[in-house]
T-cell receptor, first 111, second 110 residues
Framework: DAGVIQSPRHEVTEMGQEVTLRCKPI?????LFWYRQTMMRGLELLIY????????DSGMPEDRFSAKMPNASFSTLKIQPSEPRDSAVYFC?????????FGPGTRLTVT | RKEVEQDPGPFNVPEGATVAFNCTYS??????FFWYRQDCRKEPKLLMS???SGNEDGRFTAQLNRASQYISLLIRDSKLSDSATYLC???????????FGTGTQLKVEL
Protein backbone atom coordinates (compact mmCIF):
# COMPACT_ATOMS: atom_id res chain seq x y z
CA ASP A 1 0.00 0.00 0.00
CA ALA A 2 1.16 3.52 -0.72
CA GLY A 3 2.00 5.58 2.29
CA VAL A 4 1.47 9.30 2.71
CA ILE A 5 2.63 11.10 -0.41
CA GLN A 6 4.02 14.62 -0.35
CA SER A 7 5.17 16.89 -3.12
CA PRO A 8 7.46 18.49 -3.88
CA ARG A 9 10.23 16.79 -1.90
CA HIS A 10 12.43 19.86 -2.13
CA GLU A 11 11.51 23.46 -2.77
CA VAL A 12 13.84 26.42 -3.06
CA THR A 13 12.20 29.78 -3.48
CA GLU A 14 12.89 33.44 -3.02
CA MET A 15 11.49 35.55 -0.24
CA GLY A 16 8.07 36.92 -1.13
CA GLN A 17 7.08 34.07 -3.41
CA GLU A 18 4.06 31.85 -2.85
CA VAL A 19 4.77 28.24 -1.88
CA THR A 20 2.26 25.40 -2.08
CA LEU A 21 2.94 22.05 -0.45
CA ARG A 22 0.79 19.03 -1.29
CA CYS A 23 -0.21 15.91 0.56
CA LYS A 24 -2.12 12.75 -0.24
CA PRO A 25 -3.04 10.84 2.94
CA ILE A 26 -3.38 7.11 3.27
CA UNK A 27 -6.73 5.95 1.94
CA UNK A 28 -9.28 5.43 4.72
CA UNK A 29 -7.54 7.66 7.23
CA UNK A 30 -9.86 10.34 8.60
CA UNK A 31 -7.25 12.56 10.27
CA LEU A 32 -4.63 14.65 8.48
CA PHE A 33 -1.90 16.67 10.18
CA TRP A 34 0.59 19.28 8.97
CA TYR A 35 3.83 19.65 10.95
CA ARG A 36 6.91 21.81 10.63
CA GLN A 37 10.31 20.63 11.89
CA THR A 38 13.37 22.76 12.59
CA MET A 39 16.48 22.13 14.63
CA MET A 40 15.57 24.88 17.06
CA ARG A 41 11.90 24.09 17.67
CA GLY A 42 11.60 20.41 16.83
CA LEU A 43 8.36 19.05 15.40
CA GLU A 44 5.48 21.53 15.66
CA LEU A 45 1.87 20.81 14.79
CA LEU A 46 0.53 23.50 12.48
CA ILE A 47 -3.02 22.33 11.79
CA TYR A 48 -5.06 19.16 11.66
CA UNK A 49 -8.22 18.04 9.90
CA UNK A 50 -10.84 15.45 10.73
CA UNK A 51 -13.00 14.26 7.85
CA UNK A 52 -11.70 17.17 5.75
CA UNK A 53 -12.73 19.77 8.36
CA UNK A 54 -10.04 21.87 10.08
CA UNK A 55 -10.20 21.15 13.81
CA UNK A 56 -7.28 23.04 15.32
CA ASP A 57 -5.18 25.62 13.51
CA SER A 58 -3.70 27.21 16.62
CA GLY A 59 -0.22 26.18 15.50
CA MET A 60 -0.35 28.11 12.26
CA PRO A 61 2.28 30.80 12.82
CA GLU A 62 0.51 33.68 11.13
CA ASP A 63 -1.87 34.71 8.38
CA ARG A 64 0.73 33.99 5.74
CA PHE A 65 0.00 30.31 6.27
CA SER A 66 -3.19 28.63 5.10
CA ALA A 67 -4.25 25.02 4.67
CA LYS A 68 -7.11 23.35 2.84
CA MET A 69 -8.46 19.86 2.48
CA PRO A 70 -10.98 19.88 -0.39
CA ASN A 71 -11.50 16.12 -0.26
CA ALA A 72 -10.40 13.03 1.64
CA SER A 73 -7.42 12.37 -0.61
CA PHE A 74 -5.77 15.76 -0.92
CA SER A 75 -4.56 18.64 1.22
CA THR A 76 -2.45 21.73 0.62
CA LEU A 77 -0.41 24.02 2.83
CA LYS A 78 0.24 27.42 1.33
CA ILE A 79 2.66 30.11 2.43
CA GLN A 80 2.17 33.54 0.91
CA PRO A 81 4.41 35.49 1.00
CA SER A 82 7.25 33.23 2.07
CA GLU A 83 10.07 34.43 4.35
CA PRO A 84 13.53 32.99 5.13
CA ARG A 85 12.36 31.99 8.63
CA ASP A 86 9.86 29.62 7.00
CA SER A 87 12.76 27.40 5.93
CA ALA A 88 12.10 23.99 7.49
CA VAL A 89 10.95 20.46 6.73
CA TYR A 90 7.18 20.26 6.44
CA PHE A 91 5.60 16.89 7.16
CA CYS A 92 2.12 15.70 6.45
CA UNK A 93 0.78 12.78 8.48
CA UNK A 94 -2.45 10.84 8.50
CA UNK A 95 -4.13 8.50 10.95
CA UNK A 96 -7.27 6.58 11.75
CA UNK A 97 -6.23 5.93 15.36
CA UNK A 98 -3.39 7.11 17.57
CA UNK A 99 -0.60 5.98 15.27
CA UNK A 100 0.29 8.67 12.79
CA UNK A 101 1.91 7.81 9.49
CA PHE A 102 4.20 10.49 8.17
CA GLY A 103 5.03 11.37 4.61
CA PRO A 104 8.66 11.85 3.54
CA GLY A 105 8.42 15.61 4.04
CA THR A 106 9.05 18.68 1.91
CA ARG A 107 12.35 20.44 2.57
CA LEU A 108 11.66 24.14 2.03
CA THR A 109 14.41 26.70 1.65
CA VAL A 110 13.49 30.35 1.33
CA THR A 111 16.36 32.60 0.26
CA ARG B 1 7.44 24.54 30.75
CA LYS B 2 7.28 22.38 27.64
CA GLU B 3 4.53 19.77 27.47
CA VAL B 4 7.04 17.03 26.71
CA GLU B 5 10.72 17.32 27.66
CA GLN B 6 13.63 15.15 26.62
CA ASP B 7 17.39 15.32 26.98
CA PRO B 8 18.56 16.11 23.43
CA GLY B 9 21.80 14.13 23.84
CA PRO B 10 23.63 12.99 21.85
CA PHE B 11 24.14 9.72 23.64
CA ASN B 12 27.26 8.09 22.19
CA VAL B 13 27.44 4.42 23.14
CA PRO B 14 29.48 1.44 21.94
CA GLU B 15 27.84 -1.37 20.08
CA GLY B 16 26.36 -3.89 22.50
CA ALA B 17 25.76 -1.36 25.27
CA THR B 18 22.50 -0.78 27.10
CA VAL B 19 21.14 2.76 26.94
CA ALA B 20 18.12 4.40 28.51
CA PHE B 21 16.25 7.58 27.71
CA ASN B 22 13.76 9.38 29.89
CA CYS B 23 11.04 11.82 29.00
CA THR B 24 8.80 13.91 31.24
CA TYR B 25 5.37 15.28 30.45
CA SER B 26 3.54 18.14 32.13
CA UNK B 27 -0.14 17.28 31.70
CA UNK B 28 -1.30 14.75 34.27
CA UNK B 29 -4.40 14.13 32.14
CA UNK B 30 -2.29 12.65 29.33
CA UNK B 31 -3.79 9.38 28.25
CA UNK B 32 -1.48 7.55 25.88
CA PHE B 33 2.24 7.51 25.26
CA PHE B 34 4.50 6.45 22.43
CA TRP B 35 8.08 6.37 21.25
CA TYR B 36 8.75 7.32 17.64
CA ARG B 37 12.05 6.90 15.84
CA GLN B 38 13.39 9.36 13.28
CA ASP B 39 16.38 8.57 11.13
CA CYS B 40 18.49 11.41 9.76
CA ARG B 41 16.61 13.34 7.06
CA LYS B 42 13.68 10.91 7.22
CA GLU B 43 10.18 11.00 8.61
CA PRO B 44 9.26 9.90 12.16
CA LYS B 45 7.92 6.36 12.52
CA LEU B 46 6.18 4.66 15.41
CA LEU B 47 8.61 2.51 17.41
CA MET B 48 6.30 1.35 20.18
CA SER B 49 3.43 2.30 22.41
CA UNK B 50 3.98 2.65 26.15
CA UNK B 51 1.61 0.89 28.51
CA UNK B 52 1.18 1.36 32.26
CA SER B 53 2.34 -2.17 32.90
CA GLY B 54 5.44 -1.66 30.77
CA ASN B 55 6.03 -3.42 27.50
CA GLU B 56 8.85 -5.06 25.65
CA ASP B 57 9.55 -5.55 21.97
CA GLY B 58 12.72 -7.49 21.39
CA ARG B 59 15.63 -5.39 22.62
CA PHE B 60 13.38 -2.44 23.43
CA THR B 61 11.53 -1.90 26.73
CA ALA B 62 9.22 1.00 27.46
CA GLN B 63 8.00 2.02 30.90
CA LEU B 64 5.48 4.55 32.15
CA ASN B 65 5.44 6.15 35.60
CA ARG B 66 2.22 8.14 35.91
CA ALA B 67 2.92 9.31 39.46
CA SER B 68 6.16 10.99 38.40
CA GLN B 69 4.93 11.73 34.89
CA TYR B 70 7.81 10.22 33.03
CA ILE B 71 8.32 7.66 30.31
CA SER B 72 11.43 5.66 29.63
CA LEU B 73 12.89 3.68 26.76
CA LEU B 74 15.58 1.07 27.33
CA ILE B 75 17.58 -0.36 24.44
CA ARG B 76 19.65 -3.47 25.14
CA ASP B 77 22.51 -4.80 23.03
CA SER B 78 22.68 -1.63 20.92
CA LYS B 79 23.25 -2.02 17.19
CA LEU B 80 24.75 0.46 14.76
CA SER B 81 21.33 0.55 13.09
CA ASP B 82 19.78 1.90 16.30
CA SER B 83 21.48 5.25 15.65
CA ALA B 84 18.61 7.70 15.26
CA THR B 85 16.62 10.32 17.13
CA TYR B 86 14.00 8.97 19.53
CA LEU B 87 10.91 11.09 19.99
CA CYS B 88 8.75 10.88 23.09
CA UNK B 89 5.09 11.40 22.16
CA UNK B 90 2.04 12.07 24.32
CA UNK B 91 -1.68 12.01 23.57
CA UNK B 92 -3.65 14.28 25.87
CA UNK B 93 -7.04 14.16 24.20
CA UNK B 94 -8.75 16.21 21.55
CA UNK B 95 -9.00 14.51 18.22
CA UNK B 96 -6.00 12.35 17.50
CA UNK B 97 -3.57 15.18 18.22
CA UNK B 98 -0.15 14.09 19.51
CA UNK B 99 2.48 16.22 21.23
CA PHE B 100 6.06 15.40 20.29
CA GLY B 101 9.18 15.97 22.35
CA THR B 102 12.19 17.44 20.58
CA GLY B 103 13.92 14.08 20.57
CA THR B 104 17.00 12.37 22.00
CA GLN B 105 19.79 11.58 19.58
CA LEU B 106 21.50 8.20 19.88
CA LYS B 107 24.77 7.35 18.17
CA VAL B 108 25.95 3.76 18.40
CA GLU B 109 29.63 3.37 17.58
CA LEU B 110 31.92 0.45 16.79
Amino acid sequence: DAGVIQSPRHEVTEMGQEVTLRCKPISGHDYLFWYRQTMMRGLELLIYFNNNVPIDDSGMPEDRFSAKMPNASFSTLKIQPSEPRDSAVYFCASSSGYEQYFGPGTRLTVT
Amino acid sequence: RKEVEQDPGPFNVPEGATVAFNCTYSNSASQSFFWYRQDCRKEPKLLMSVYSSGNEDGRFTAQLNRASQYISLLIRDSKLSDSATYLCVVFTGGGNKLTFGTGTQLKVEL
